[in-house]
């Protein structure tokens, strides 16, 4: 699929910018799990955090390709601040620019738009997993006091800890259904609110850069105007940003493909072994890195026809089946990029000081975020009448 001229001087743009101020740095964040908060308001300052966001709120009402681009090409260079970008705008912003009443839009978007802060999004539970359905934090309305009180525990949330963090949307568990089933909600709590725990860090085999932690509700209490969207529509407005979600994260998926068929290409035509002959001349190295390039390409085409869907205004089912294939094929073939490179580079990529060790280990969360790829292959096997289980 071939994107628009202004597309294409975009991602020049986020291109030059992720090589010159983020490159240069990410082994060091990465080796000191620094979450780098100067980085992260430049690319602010950029206008990352407002592509989408309307002008009243001081965005720059692009289209979701456009972050896309802007996700691969950050990925490109490394994982975490791709997903960075990719939380705190698809998970943090959206639903409130989605779903949120013009005073809750007024009150944050201005300082998540600008990079000044990050929202997170509390969706995963330790019970939980996959299963949004499975929800247990409880959010139960004090009339007394018109507040919401919150009590549970969240886990894996990006961009929930760090210092420019000013607010979480919590799924909760707000009554029951006439059918018994769970009524849930989504709730706009503030980092600062009593009640609110945040967890140390998690010690993660990839993604060192990102911030993530664990989360737990106390008692916390929020104003009832704090109610994103209307209640009992949360869960369905969950899966709604989950949709969107998929198709960042397969540009994010497409960044770290590119990155290892860069990096090969460049090896491959520097490393010599006898004679002095590049390695790149060899078949058994020269095929696989072709191989590199089919799976950029195909997944390119894959998340920018997804993308497309979205910006014209596809219909929800059909969203979902190409966000799915979008994001199952580029994350499994992530994964085998990465692995690809490793071999490439051969000893070398098993050592920390080159960055194919990075992708590698920061590939694998890509089959699992956002839903596994188990949850993928169900929701396309029920696209094509399949039935459910």
């Known amino acids: 699929m071939t994107l628009s001229p202004e597309h294409e001087s975009f991602r020049r743009t986020v291109r030059e910018f992720a090589e010159s101020e983020i490159a240069p740095h990410v082994a060091g964040w990465d080796r000191e799990h620094h979450f780098p908060i100067d980085a992260v308001r430049a690319m602010g300052k950029l206008g990352l955090f407002g592509i989408t966001a309307p002008e009243e709120y001081g965005g720059a009402d692009g289209d979701f390709t456009s972050l896309c681009v802007a996700i691969e090409e950050l990925g490109r260079v490394d994982q975490s601040i791709g997903i960075t970008l990719e939380a705190a705008v698809g998970l943090g912003i959206n639903p409130i620019l989605t779903f949120g009443t013009h005073e809750q839009k007024e009150r944050w978007l201005p300082d998540l738009v600008s990079g000044h802060s990050l929202a997170a999004f509390g969706l995963t539970e330790p019970g939980s997993g996959s299963d949004a359905g499975g929800i247990r934090t409880k959010a139960t309305l004090d009339e007394s006091t018109d507040e919401w009180v919150l009590n549970g525990a969240k886990q894996f949330i990006t961009n929930s800890g760090s210092e420019m963090t000013s607010l979480i949307t919590v799924a909760a568990r707000t009554g029951n259904r006439p059918d018994g089933r769970a009524e849930v909600s989504a709730i706009i709590v503030p980092a600062d609110t009593p009640g609110l725990e945040v967890g140390p860090a998690y010690d993660k ?6 911030d993530t932690h664990p989360l737990s509700f106390d008692d ?11 209640r009992g529509r949360g869960y369905a407005q969950f899966l709604s940003t989950l949709d969107d979600g998929r198709i960042a994260i397969a540009a994010l998926a497409v960044g770290c493909i590119q990155a290892c068929l860069d990096l090969c290409v460049e090896y491959a ?35 920018y026809q997804a993308a497309a869907l979205k910006d014209t205004g596809a219909s929800h089912a059909e969203l979902k089946r190409v966000a799915s294939i979008a994001k199952l094929y580029t994350s499994e073939a992530a994964v085998a990029a990465t692995r690809v490179a490793t071999q490439v580079f051969g000893g070398y990529g098993f050592m920390e000081e080159y960055p194919v060790a990075r992708f590698y280990r920061d590939a694998k969360i890509l089959e699992i975020g956002e839903g596994t790829s188990e949850v993928q292959r169900i929701l396309i096997a029920r696209s094509l009448g399949l039935p459910a289980e």
């Open 269 to 303: 035509g520097e490393r010599t072994t006898l004679n002095d002959i590049p390695i790149g001349q060899k078949q058994g190295v020269a095929f696989p890195i072709a191989d590199l390039a089919v799976m950029a390409e195909a997944g390119r085409a894959l998340t």
């Open 220 to 230: 916390a209490r929020v104003p009832a105007d704090h109610l994103l969207g209307e």
């Open 205 to 210: 085999l990839g993604w060192h850069i990102s």
